[in-house]
């Protein structure tokens, strides 16, 4: 167990419940490489400008985490949002297992995991319960996200 690996990565989730994305980018390396399954793979400025645009955005938001652990080299936690998709209207709840490396006391790289079809449901209502699950929506998804990343940094 590394002590300030812990502390970093509590650091990221306390700013994320600030909704404070400049100290979340403050805990990525320049070069970091981020995942998930909405975003599919962001690299370096990029994944700070997604946290910007999510926080940004993010309406009837909380969120909590749990289980921080690290060692030297990598580390991992479980965190919770809710929040307000504001496409539909609907409430998620989004279950997260995170897993990072580290390098010279930062994140550089954060792989977030989910059940997409779980959130697709959610988010998406019936649309998502019937289709979710399949490519033609993973892939709209990802590309929709992906699209409202470019315009939020087009605007700024």
Request: glycine content about 8%; charged content about 25%; some cysteine.
């Amino acid at each position: 167990m590394s002590d300030a690996h812990n502390a970093l990565i509590t650091q990221f989730y306390t700013a994320f419940q600030r909704l404070d994305a400049d100290a979340m980018a403050a805990c990525y390396t320049e070069d970091v490489v981020f995942s998930d399954p909405a975003f599919g793979e962001l690299r370096g400025r990029d994944v700070g400008d997604m946290w910007r645009m999510l926080t940004t955005r993010a309406k009837d938001f909380s969120l909590t985490f749990d289980n921080v652990r690290s060692d030297d080299r990598s580390g991992g936690a479980h965190w919770v949002a809710t929040y307000l998709f504001s496409a539909t209207g609907n409430t998620v709840v989004n279950d997260i297992q995170a897993r990072f490396v580290l390098r010279d006391g930062k994140i550089c790289e954060h792989h977030d995991s989910f059940d997409l079809w779980r959130w697709s449901r959610q988010a998406l209502g019936t649309k998502g319960l019937l289709l979710g699950w399949t490519p033609l929506v993973k892939n709209a998804v990802r590309a929709q996200a992906n699209k409202g990343l470019k315009a939020f940094q087009a605007s700024r």
